[in-house]
């Protein structure tokens, strides 16, 4: 993929972010979701790409835009695969609270994850500590192997997990373990970032979320050296029946990071909604807003933050 397309992508995630930012502590989280989407779509189709949305808010039946299988771009440039999260964390958006994040994935065809808009139990990790997690395992050895790869005590330890009723056993397992706790109400994409960079202070994320939200973090922690580990996870025969229809019959295989995002060329893309660890979020002064970016590719490893102003006369 053209080394230029990196800064076509930004502008796809700022337009998303400023118009979600919009809606900040109002309470409603559609509305943001909705003028998000719909700034992202028409960004997408300025840029000189075929694309095809391979995972992101469901079927055509279902989303009006970025479903699966949409084709954005002008049609006249490199064949490409899209993952798209228009905002990952609604409902942080419509409370004001942190690390709402508009995020997408751009890979060479046919090399990211196809799969519906469904639940993924997932698994992530820096750097330090590749090759020592397996989803497959219990808490408390991962746990011991993140340790062991960080030179810390158990107790030392961070993990991102979102706060759901689903996660109650899970959380009990850490706190018994010893380790401290971030509970998430949304947002687990940056909580998988976050466990690459240490000022962040997050050593792991585990737990259950969206599918798409996993192939955003694995093509992130691709770039960023880390690692992530997923197992799809269908809650109805009708999501078992869409996953043979893409090709998916092993329901229990784990999904390492090549399985979700192949080759050696990705892009990962996120603009700050709400303020966060890692991103500050959409500020606006009269007729400017301001934005801050980060843009990986796992080509060259390469990771740039941007911070944006922009001219809101005409938007």
Do not use: C
Not at 34 to 52: E, L, P
Not at 107 to 121: I, Q
Not at 197 to 204: A, E
């Amino acid at each position: 993929m053209d080394r230029n397309l990196s800064m076509e992508l930004v502008r796809v995630t700022e337009a998303a972010a400023l118009a979600a930012g919009r809606w900040m502590g109002r309470g409603k989280k559609e509305e943001a979701d909705d003028a998000a989407t719909q700034a992202m779509r028409k960004m997408f189709n300025s840029i000189r790409i075929s694309g095809t949305v391979v995972i992101g808010e469901g079927e055509m039946d279902e989303a009006p835009m970025l479903y699966i299988g949409e084709q954005v771009g002008t049609g006249d440039g490199a064949e490409v695969d899209i993952a798209v999260d228009p905002i990952d964390g609604t409902n942080i958006v419509a409370a004001g609270t942190w690390d709402a994040l508009a995020i997408i994935a751009v890979a060479e065809k046919g090399n990211l994850l196809h799969a519906p808009d469904m639940y993924m139990e997932k698994i992530a990790t820096g750097p330090e500590a590749v090759g020592k997690i397996d989803i497959n395992a219990s808490v408390i050895d991962n746990l011991k192997a993140v340790a062991k790869a960080k030179n810390k005590n158990i107790n030392d330890l961070v993990v991102a997990i979102l706060d759901r009723e689903r996660h109650e056993n899970m959380i009990q397992e850490i706190r018994d373990a010893g380790a401290r706790i971030k509970l998430m109400q949304a947002g687990d994409v940056a909580a998988a970032i976050n466990t690459a960079f240490k000022n962040t202070g997050v050593d792991m994320m585990l737990g259950s979320g969206g599918a798409p939200e996993g192939v955003l973090a694995a093509a992130a922690l691709k770039s960023l050296g880390g690692e992530f580990q997923g197992k799809l996870l269908p809650q109805t025969r009708e999501e078992e029946i869409r996953l043979n229809k893409m090709g998916i019959t092993d329901f229990n295989k784990v999904l390492f990071m090549d399985d979700i995002v192949k080759g050696d060329d990705a892009y990962f893309v996120a603009t700050g909604v709400t303020n966060g660890e890692l991103l500050k979020g959409v500020h606006y002064n009269g007729n400017t807003g301001t934005t801050h970016s980060v843009v990986m590719r796992a080509k060259t490893g390469t990771i740039r933050f941007i911070d944006g102003q922009h001219s809101l006369k005409d938007k």
